[in-house]
């Protein structure tokens, strides 16, 4: 039986105490630094992860830009090519591009030319391409232009369209343009981002869903993208590359906490965001503490057993003694 007026058990409850104080407090600083070490990767992986879906972002609009960029110099060049040639280029950049179609509408008679070989004009079909939004908007700008999207009058898909002016001799002559299907580009573009327990989405400074995985929700609001707007109209530097703490936290529509990490597009209208759910950082703190108090308790129970076995030798002399 175990007496405690014994002094070797004496000694051994004194010392196992003692070792536990000592390894609980290793074990707490361990956690608390593994804690530190975890959230921190956890942090910069989806730093990452925003950092390249963004520079995949800049890629893909910059290729789009440079094609439409094409046609308005082979214009420039060839300011009245036949039609069969101006097909031709208008079919191979939309072929390049990805673009859905391309397009171009001459200043002077307000006819438009499609590169699926349609041609639109205001005596045959109507039709004057100077009064188009695309149109007008990169006249008055008087370079390249990116409209919002916008659901496609044809299809019903989220499109969006780049347009630049061709000018010859300081004279508006035309202005060429392309639409591009958003969702081909999220798929494209937005998969860097997902994984089982994130994903990537753009965003407009209002909480608009411009670019999403699930086309549903493009172009609309939720909770979610509310408050990752509120939260960046509220403090800028969120979307800062240089500030070291842009990670924050907004609930979902389904009240659940997520980690966000935001930062500016090419396009200064938007953002792109990395979104984790909280659980992904809770979970692998737990993990830790839970391998932490694990291995306290084994080093614990192994030191008392020493001890104990080391008090015991050692004392037996005076115990023969005593007796």
Same mark, same amino acid.
């Given at each position: 039986?175990?007496?405690?007026?014994?002094?070797?058990?004496?000694?051994?409850?004194?010392?196992?105490?003692?070792?536990?104080?000592?390894?609980?407090?290793?074990?707490?600083?361990?956690?608390?630094?593994?804690?530190?070490?975890?959230?921190?990767?956890?942090?910069?992986?989806?730093?990452?992860?925003?950092?390249?879906?963004?520079?995949?972002?800049?890629?893909? *609009?910059?290729?789009?830009? $440079?094609?439409?960029? %094409?046609? +308005?110099?082979?214009?420039? &060049? /060839?300011? #009245?090519?036949? @039609?069969?040639?101006?097909?031709?280029?208008?079919?191979?950049?939309?072929?390049?591009?990805?673009?859905?179609?391309?397009?171009?509408?001459?200043?002077?008679?307000?006819?438009?030319?499609?590169?699926?070989?349609?041609?639109?004009?205001?005596?045959?079909?109507?039709?004057?391409?100077?009064?188009?939004?695309?149109?007008?908007?990169?006249?008055?700008?008087?370079?390249?232009?990116?409209?919002?999207?916008?659901? *496609?009058?044809?299809?019903? $898909?989220?499109?969006? %369209?780049? +347009?630049?002016?061709?000018? &010859? /001799?300081? #004279?508006?002559? @035309?202005?060429?343009?392309?639409?591009?299907?958003?969702?081909?580009?999220?798929?494209?573009?937005?998969?860097?981002?997902?994984?089982?327990?994130?994903?990537?989405?753009?965003?407009?400074?209002?909480?608009?869903?411009?670019?999403?995985?699930?086309?549903?929700?493009?172009?609309?609001?939720?909770?979610?993208?509310?408050?990752?707007?509120?939260?960046?109209?509220?403090?800028?530097?969120?979307?800062?590359?240089?500030?070291?703490?842009?990670?924050?936290?907004?609930?979902?529509? +389904?009240?659940?906490?997520?980690?966000?990490?935001?930062?500016?597009?090419?396009?200064?209208?938007?953002?792109?965001?990395?979104?984790?759910?909280?659980?992904?950082?809770?979970?692998?703190?737990?993990?830790?503490?839970?391998?932490?108090?694990?291995?306290?308790?084994?080093?614990?129970?192994?030191?008392?057993?020493?001890?104990?076995?080391?008090?015991?030798?050692?004392?037996?002399?005076?115990?023969?003694?005593?007796?």
């Amino acid at each position: 039986m175990f007496k405690f007026n014994n002094l070797s058990n004496k000694l051994t409850i004194i010392a196992c105490f003692l070792i536990a104080a000592i390894l609980i407090v290793v074990n707490v600083i361990n956690y608390y630094q593994s804690k530190d070490s975890t959230s921190y990767y956890l942090e910069e992986i989806q730093k990452k992860t925003m950092f390249d879906v963004n520079e995949a972002y800049k890629i893909y *609009s910059n290729s789009k830009r $440079s094609a439409i960029a %094409s046609i +308005a110099i082979f214009i420039e &060049k /060839n300011p #009245k090519p036949n @039609a069969n040639e101006l097909f031709d280029v208008l079919e191979s950049i939309r072929s390049a591009g990805g673009f859905d179609v391309t397009y171009i509408g001459f200043e002077d008679d307000g006819s438009l030319y499609q590169s699926n070989r349609v041609i639109r004009s205001p005596e045959s079909t109507n039709f004057d391409a100077r009064t188009r939004s695309w149109y007008q908007e990169s006249k008055n700008a008087k370079k390249l232009t990116v409209s919002d999207p916008y659901k *496609s009058i044809e299809d019903d $898909s989220i499109t969006i %369209s780049y +347009a630049a002016p061709v000018y &010859k /001799n300081n #004279k508006l002559i @035309a202005v060429v343009g392309g639409d591009y299907n958003l969702h081909t580009f999220s798929k494209d573009v937005l998969s860097i981002g997902h994984s089982d327990s994130s994903y990537a989405g753009v965003y407009d400074k209002d909480g608009t869903i411009v670019f999403h995985e699930d086309k549903d929700r493009m172009l609309t609001k939720n909770d979610l993208s509310i408050n990752i707007a509120n939260a960046i109209k509220e403090n800028p530097d969120l979307i800062d590359p240089s500030k070291e703490e842009t990670l924050f936290y907004a609930k979902d529509e +389904a009240g659940k906490t997520q980690v966000i990490t935001c930062n500016q597009t090419l396009n200064p209208k938007y953002i792109v965001c990395s979104i984790t759910d909280e659980s992904v950082y809770t979970d692998a703190v737990n993990k830790v503490l839970f391998q932490q108090v694990i291995i306290a308790l084994i080093a614990i129970i192994i030191a008392l057993i020493l001890v104990r076995f080391t008090i015991a030798k050692n004392l037996k002399p005076i115990a023969v003694i005593t007796t």
